[in-house]
């Protein structure tokens, strides 16, 4: 009973910080980078870095040590899935998160994402509504600026595994560097 009400706790203070996050976005509460988790391995890659490779295809230092580990197909690919612009309002992104295919699909893509207190989903839900409201729409890159934490920290093993077993989504980012492959 306690551990149950500690979590419910520990549950509606996620909640809240991340509604504050969401409700007061501005640049500087957004992600400013991203993390790839490869087990207890990292690499941490600014969002600079990776809108000037989504248009430029020019990759800084720290973003070519990361992509040396892919192939030119998987590195094309990444700019291709950077580049993704989704026709979407965010009235409409609600709406679909809330509908029965968006529910079920929101807390297996949540689960590509590494956040305390089990609030993936929360955060996620929030990024893509404020992407969709975004000047720019809802894309990628757009989705990561939006992220209601200053870093988006990606599971590689859970992102891979997603993709694999999700062709349509695997397919809808262009398999996003290869990793649906």
Do not use: C, W
Not at 134 to 158: C, N, R
């Amino acid at each position: 009973m306690l551990h149950s009400f500690r979590r419910t706790v520990i549950g509606l203070a996620g909640f809240l910080t991340l509604l504050g996050y969401g409700l007061t976005s501005t640049p500087s509460q957004a992600a400013e980078q991203v993390t790839i988790k490869f087990g207890p391995f990292g690499r941490t890659v600014s969002v600079d870095d990776l809108r000037a490779y989504a248009e430029t295809s020019e990759a800084s230092p720290e973003l070519a040590s990361v992509l040396s580990i892919v192939g030119s197909e998987q590195r094309e690919s990444l700019q291709k899935g950077l580049n993704v612009k989704l026709p979407f309002k965010a009235v409409q992104v609600d709406k679909l998160l809330r509908s029965g295919p968006g529910a079920q699909l929101l807390p297996q893509v949540a689960k590509v994402t590494i956040l305390p207190g089990d609030t993936e989903e929360l955060a996620m839900r929030s990024g893509l509504v404020l992407a969709a409201g975004s000047e720019e729409g809802l894309g990628v890159l757009s989705f990561i600026e939006a992220y209601p934490t200053p870093t988006l920290t990606l599971d590689a093993k859970a992102m891979q595994k997603l993709l694999k077993s999700n062709d349509s989504l695997g397919s809808l980012l262009g398999g996003f560097g290869g990793l649906g492959q």
